[in-house]
């Protein structure tokens, strides 16, 4: 309310976009005006950290983030692409904060239908939802957070050949040890194929970063694996 009238807040005013990708995605880009899926993705790809300090939307809407996390922090976020495997209670945390963050492509696994207790743990959802599944609800609200983002639903079975198109996977919520092993052994062992500075072509490793989160009661546990090999620039949260 502002001098006695009700004035709606921006977020509730933006609706997601139907694109290619998925059910849900927002096509606004960074300098203004609609862009095609394609034409995004190919800026957030071709972009570097001068390009980001160019462009003065970006640096207004996360200035903040650019001086916590940095430049080169903040580019890779605005390049991710993050599969989230399950939106209960912690997995709809992980999509709403990774969103509001900036991460070029979010998307939502959780085909189980909503019941009654999800509600108490899931702040999207509502009694209307019951019955539906779980990512499908949450997806357009999820994409309502942040027009930057492409939010969309990972439909049928998660399989090696969709997994690999994202730069890092996060599980959630109570998820069996083999199942786990299996994703993070092959999220791992991921590799890509590029030119050496001779032209030759060289297979260099390419892992997917693998996370689980789980919590039970009051308690909770997180892992992380960001594969063989990575450079950890401030190792004692000084700089």
Not at 135 to 161: S, W, Y
Not at 162 to 181: M, P, R
Not at 199 to 212: D, M, N, Q, S, Y
Not at 216 to 238: E, I
Request: proline share 4%; with cysteine.
């Amino acid at each position: 309310v502002v001098d006695g009238q009700t004035v709606s807040h921006p977020l509730s005013r933006r609706r997601p976009v139907q694109l290619s990708l998925g059910r849900w995605g927002v096509g606004v880009g960074w300098g203004g005006g609609t862009r095609s899926l394609a034409e995004h993705d190919a800026m957030a790809a071709q972009m570097s950290t001068s390009d980001l300090e160019q462009n003065a939307h970006l640096m207004d809407l996360y200035s903040r983030q650019i001086g916590a996390y940095g430049l080169d922090a903040m580019l890779k976020l605005v390049q991710m692409k993050v599969l989230i495997v399950g939106v209960k209670g912690v997995g709809i945390e992980v999509a709403k904060n990774v969103t509001l963050a900036g991460a070029h492509t979010i998307t939502l696994h959780d085909p189980a239908l909503t019941e009654t207790r999800d509600l108490g743990s899931n702040f999207f959802l509502t009694e209307a939802d019951v019955g539906k599944p779980r990512d499908e609800v949450c997806a357009p609200k999820v994409a309502e957070l942040n027009n930057l983002v492409h939010v969309n639903v990972l439909e049928g079975e998660m399989t090696e050949e969709n997994v690999g198109n994202y730069d890092a996977v996060v599980f959630t919520g109570d998820v069996d040890k083999s199942t786990l092993t299996r994703w993070n052994e092959f999220c791992r062992s991921r590799s890509t194929t590029v030119h050496d500075p001779r032209g030759r072509l060289i297979t260099k490793p390419r892992p997917i970063a693998f996370f689980h989160c789980f919590t039970g009661g009051a308690s909770g546990s997180g892992f992380g694996d960001h594969g063989p090999g990575y450079v950890l620039r401030d190792p004692d949260g000084k700089d």
